[in-house]
Every structure is written in C-alpha cells, then in structure tokens.
C-alpha cells in the first residue's frame, strides 16, 4: 500500500531531533532577549482577551485582505502554507514513531495537500521577493534581516521539493501512484532521471540534510530576522484587540511621570507593539498627514524606534522629530489598517505627553488654546459669548432649573459658542422640541470634555477637567447623553466613568435616527440635492457609525454619492489631535487635501456630523474656491430643513 518511510535513504536521520532540540532552544533563547528588552518598560498588566472573535479573523486573514487584496492572498500564501507543512511534519513523525496511518488514499491526500501548500507558498514568497528587491515597491528597510526572512525560507521549500523529486527519480516505482499527487515536482524528476542511481542517491542525501540545516535555520530566524512577527504579532494582537479604539491609557501623574521621553517610559506592551511592527505600510498609505505632504508617516516612527539601543536616550530630536509628533491628528487609520495592530497613534500621545507636561513644549498656535481651556473652560480664545447665548428665543430648558429629564444634550464648546455650529445646535433642538423629548442641557455648567487637549499631550488638564465634568454630570438624573461632536461622544462613552451607571451615551445622528423609526418628527423628504457625505474619524473609524448618519441624509430626499475615501476608509479632515489649531503651510493642508476627493463626486452638498470637520471643510472650499457653490450641513441641519409644521 502507498506510503513512505520517515527517513528514506538517510543514515542518522535521527540527529534530526538533536539539532530540533537544539534550535529549539536557541530560538527560545532569543525571544527571552527579546522579553529583556519590553521588560525594560513600565510593566503593564497583559489581558488576552481569548472571547473576542476579532483576534481569530486578525489572525485568520492576518488583517492583510482589506486594502491590497493581492498582497494580502500572497501573505496568506506562504502564512497558510508554513502553518499546513509543519502540521504535516508533525503528522509524520506521529505516523512513523505511534501510529501509522499515512497510507493508501490518506497518503495521497495528505501529498496532495503538502504539496499543494508548499507550491503556494513559494509562489507566495518569490512574489514578495521581486516586489521587493526588483521592482522595489515595498518601503522598509532591506537589510540582511529582511533578506533572510525571505530567503530562508524560500530555500527550505525549493530543498524540499527536491528531496521530493530526487527520491522519486530513484525509485519511482516504490511510489505508485506518484505522477498524481507529486505534481510540483515533475520538471526535477524529469531533469534527474538521466542520471545514475548512485548520483541520484548523492543528490537525494545532500538535498535532504541542506533542506534539514535551512529549515532549522528559518525556525532561529524567527528570533532575529523579520520574520519574528509571525511570533510577535499574534502576541501583540491578543493584547490590543480586546481594547476600545481610540482609547488612551490614563498615566498616574506623579513629580516623577509626566509621560514618555525614553523607551524605558513606554509600557511592556507598548515595546511588544513595536517590535511587532512588520513595516507593510498600511498605516502610511492611510494616513492623511502623510498623503497631505507632511514630515509624518507612521512606519518611519515604528521603524525609527525598533533602531534605538539606549532604553534611557531622548526619542523626541534625535529619533523623531518635532514635526512628525505634531503632525498626528489621531484619526487611527494607521491603528485599524495596521496587520499587526502596533497603534502608532498611543506611542505619539506620550510622547506629546512629555513635551507638553514636562518641558512646556508645543506649537505655538497650540498654546493659546490650552491656555483658554485653563482659563475659560473651552479652547476657543477670541469667542467672548456665553455657553447660553445659542439659546436665545428657542426656550431651551437647563438642567439646574429643570432636575427631571430623560436625555441630557452635552452641545459641546464648538456648538454652544462658533457661529457656524451654533446653527447645529439650534437645529437639533428645533428636532428634539418637535419629537416632544424631554430633554436639558447644562448650560453654564458644561466644560470642555478636553478630548483635544488630551490628544495634545496635556494629559493634567484632561484628568482635572474630567474629574469637574463627571462630578457635574453625576447630580443630576438622566437616562441619555447625546452630543453633536464626536470627539465629545467618544470622551463621555469611553473614556469617562459615567456609562457603568446605567447611562447610555448616543451620537445625535444614532438618537435622531431613532425618532425618525418611532414616527415622533415630521419630516418630508423633499431635499433632491446630490449629497456626499463626509464620515468624521471618531464616529465612523473609531466608533463604528456609519449607517445612521446615511440613512438620515436618505429620508430627508437626498441622493446619496458615496465618495471612494467613505466609511472605514474615510480620510480625516485635518482638525483632529488639536492639528485644528495648527498653523499648515500651503500644500501641506490636510483639509484642503479631503476637500478635492469630496469635490470630486460633484455633489451638491457635502454632508457630515463633526463641528471640526464643518469647520475644517469649509475653510477648504473657501480657499479653493470662494465662488464655490457647494455647502457644508451637518445631517440635523439637512433633517430640520424638512420639517413640517403640525
């Protein structure tokens, strides 16, 4: 019956195990060296969060198939394909040593299978390599490591497939059957079967032992070349996946800690993350400060800190420069793109975090707005209104005059005190009166959530304004929060301690969505413009809204374009991570770089739901174009403009 012995034709293939042994401990050795250098971090307690279905599809399709999907499937290849022939080895040894049960048809399956793995992975690695090396169109560093992550292995398949074809050319009628299931391997059996059998035996016994040395050589790379991610990133994965995107880690502030000016002020898990940075590029193709023409790419960060030696020098002058940190809007694109899920944005916050708490360093234009929030309670320096001033003549109730409500409006410092978003905050409250919610806001109360300022690095003013904010929000009785910024939302959803008492925090475009199913507001689509709409980072990308904001454009009569750069893909509108109060030289403008791809859908109106990303794309069509005619709504003003009185 048809089946093969373990070590055909070998003399002390036994030593095969003495060297596994060997290797294996090696390889042990070198990710223990690796541990030394994360443990040179703050330790950080390390949370697998084993229920979450993401890791496995992380894992599975190795987060690779939703940009470049041929890339991706070439991945895949050789991933799927090393995973498949090392079960193989071990089912061998299993068959050989306890239990044989690799004859007959299962043997040909199991060939079939083997081979036709190890063929895709090979195709997969020699695609990679010419991507690389000869048409150069994958960035990172091609040094020695990088060589041998692809060379290594792409050796041990070809060796392998020759073992394959030298012993069948010595004894082809050993193994019936053979033209069936040893298909990859038919040029070298007819290229060898000229030869004698004692050459043939040669060629059989040094291919055999050099396939054994590089395939022991590929297992000790994974301690040192590239290819260490295929240890590292699943690690990685299972300690960022179960984690709130966009969420910041909260530092205790201390006369010692003010944030991160070494690696050694990084955590264990942030070390984890950059050395599981693998350089695909993803998060450079997505990020919008890169594609704006800015100093900033988030690969070159990963990769500059991966080269620093000494855990105790300053990162910020001599490995990342000033214009890089400030350059972030914090948008996570790199974070949701990224294979390996290394999150650059969180490394960059602490780093701000140290310029801006220990040394007082920032951009200029930053200051004042800081300063503002200190003083006033909001960022926006030269607005000399009140928080209540947008109320005048719509009889809004306030929370200290009114005690019972359901639903808490927080309107936000932008809504409550720019004119262009004062206009969308009296347009949800025309919807709320109309829907007969029983509703409050704050008023002189409310304070900036300092989300931004956060983001900015100053992590103390953050802390102390949240601590102010929580307490306000805790004397009064509410079932719901909505707010119309969704920096604001995603502040009181997931970074305050207020939604574990039973408190649900829902984006205007979620709850508005809500009153349109329950028939509470009078609407009559009639808007028939063209409309595109504009996802803001930290509802779509971050937090998931994608539907709702669509579908209320949709039932106020628009004719709804979807842009190529929507939804997860979405490209940020420059006003993030404070960059809003950034002085950007022309041509490096992130808003004027999104403004052109929404223009390009020649739509009527472009739709969003962010008074930044209002703020950030008007002043794109006011510099590209003040005779422009299109217009910039938030979807509550799309919806209120089809009110009908009852």
């Known amino acids: 019956m048809l089946s093969r012995e373990l070590f055909w034709g070998i003399e002390y293939g036994w030593m095969t195990y003495v060297i596994s042994f060997i290797t294996t401990a090696i390889l042990v050795y070198l990710l223990y060296l690796k541990s030394t250098f994360w443990r040179q971090g703050i330790q950080e307690k390390v949370c697998f969060n084993w229920k979450s279905l993401q890791i496995f599809r992380s894992l599975s399709d190795q987060r690779l198939l939703d940009d470049n999907k041929t890339i991706g499937i070439l991945h895949m290849f050789v991933f799927y394909g090393f995973i498949t022939l090392f079960i193989g080895t071990i089912l061998s040894m299993l068959d050989s040593h306890f239990y044989h049960f690799l004859e007959g048809d299962v043997f040909v399956i199991y060939k079939i299978v083997l081979n036709f793995t190890g063929l895709l992975a090979l195709i997969g690695i020699t695609a990679l390599f010419l991507r690389r090396y000869v048409f150069k169109l994958a ?15 792409w050796l041990a398949l070809v060796t392998g497939f020759l073992v394959e074809g030298s012993r069948l050319a010595v004894a082809p009628s050993e193994s019936y059957g053979w033209e069936f299931w040893a298909f990859p391997v ?5 290229a060898l079967k000229s030869q004698t059998y004692s050459t043939l035996i040669t060629i059989h016994t040094l291919s055999w032992w050099i396939h054994m040395l590089l395939s022991f050589l590929t297992i000790l790379a994974l301690g040192w070349t590239k290819l260490s991610h295929v240890v590292l990133a699943p690690l990685n994965m299972f300690q960022q996946v179960g984690q709130t995107p966009g969420q910041l880690r909260e530092i205790p502030l201390s006369d010692e800690y003010f944030g991160t000016e070494s690696l050694s002020d990084f955590t264990n898990k942030q070390l984890i993350s950059i050395d599981a940075c693998v350089s695909a590029n993803r998060c450079e193709i997505n990020c919008p400060a890169y594609n704006s023409g800015k100093s900033l790419s988030p690969r070159l960060i990963m990769e500059k800190l991966q080269k620093v030696k000494n855990y105790k020098a300053s990162l910020v002058g001599d490995t990342v420069s000033e214009d890089e940190l400030w350059a972030c809007t914090t948008c996570g694109a790199c974070q949701q793109k990224c294979p390996t899920l290394t999150n650059p944005v969180d490394k960059i916050i602490d780093l701000r975090r140290f310029q801006v708490l ?21 960022p926006w320096n030269s607005v000399n209104r009140s928080r209540l001033d947008w109320t005048k003549g719509l009889n809004v109730p306030i929370a200290s005059q009114k005690k019972d409500f359901d639903v808490l409006f927080w309107v936000g410092c932008t809504g409550a005190l720019m004119d262009r978003n004062i206009q969308v905050s009296q347009a949800i409250v025309k919807l709320l009166q109309d829907a007969n919610v029983n509703f409050a806001i704050l008023g002189l109360e409310e304070n900036c959530t300092c989300h931004m300022a956060r983001r900015m690095g100053d992590e103390y003013l953050y802390q102390e304004m949240a601590e102010k904010n929580q307490s306000t929000l805790k004397q009064y009785t509410y079932k719901t929060i909505i707010t119309a910024c969704p920096h604001c939302y995603h502040t009181l959803k997931n970074e305050y301690d207020i939604t574990n008492n039973g408190i649900q925090v829902l984006s205007h475009t979620v709850f508005l969505r809500e009153l349109l199913d329950k028939g509470l507001l009078n609407i009559k689509p009639g ?23 669509r579908e209320i454009c949709k039932l106020a009569g628009a004719k709804l374009i979807e842009n190529e750069k929507s939804r997860d893909n979405s490209f940020c509108c420059g006003g993030g991570g404070g960059v809003i109060w950034s002085d950007d030289p022309v041509g490096s403008r992130i808003f004027e770089t999104r403004a052109k791809q929404l223009l390009d859908n020649n739509a009527d109106l472009i739709a969003t739901a962010c008074p930044f990303c209002i703020t950030m794309l008007e002043s794109a069509l006011n510099n590209l174009d003040p005779n422009s005619t299109v217009k910039i709504q938030d979807v509550a003003e799309l919806l209120v403009g089809q009110l009908q009185e009852r």
């Open 358 to 378: 220990a040394l007082g360093n920032m951009p200029q234009t930053w200051q004042s707005a800081l300063m503002s929030l200190q003083r006033r309670g909001h």
């Open 527 to 549: 808007l028939g413009k063209n409309v595109t709409y504009h996802d803001p980072c930290y509802y779509g990308r971050i937090n998931g809204i994608y539907e709702q904001p």
């Open 139 to 153: 960035k990172g560093d091609n040094n020695l490591q990088t060589l041998l992550a692809l060379l290594l292995p």
């Open 186 to 190: 038919y040029p070298i059996v007819a």
